[in-house]
């Protein structure tokens, strides 16, 4: 998802024109994440979970709804020698931490794996997330 804003309202039915404004509220946040250490030559893209992750959003109650975990999949390719690598998500439970998962592939064969649990995404705002993949220093 790009994007997602949410407004409700009472429906007023009037022969008479009237004027209100609507100001949306996002109701979505964002997850930075940046990868510091090099990237070994021979990785060949990551895969990026997020578990907890909300799937649909509730007109009637105003909110989102219906947990999963591995919903949220990002798969980036080509990535090889670089350091600081970075990418970012939207993620739509604001509501309760949500865990991320990041995978390295080497060819098909899973490299390295780190899980960050605990992530507190709030609407409107950026959460960023730095670390170490590949080495403990």
Do not use: W
Not at 55 to 83: I, P, Q, W
Request: glycine letters at 4%; charged letters at 20%; aromatic letters at 10%.
């Amino acid at each position: 998802m790009e994007d997602a804003f949410f407004y409700k309202s009472v429906l007023k039915v009037s022969k008479n024109n009237i004027e209100q404004t609507i100001v949306p509220e996002r109701i979505i946040g964002q997850l930075s994440i940046n990868i510091e250490d090099h990237t070994p030559q021979k990785a060949s893209y990551y895969r990026i979970y997020i578990d907890n992750e909300l799937y649909d959003f509730s007109m009637d109650k105003a909110h989102a709804e219906g947990t999963r975990n591995n919903l949220t999949s990002y798969v980036t390719k080509n990535y090889s020698g670089e350091s600081n690598y970075s990418l970012s998500c939207k993620v739509l439970n604001t509501q309760t931490p949500v865990t991320l998962k990041i995978e390295g592939y080497s060819g098909l064969q899973l490299s390295v794996r780190k899980t960050i649990p605990n992530i507190r995404i709030n609407k409107g705002e950026t959460t960023s997330i730095s670390t170490k993949l590949f080495s403990n220093n």
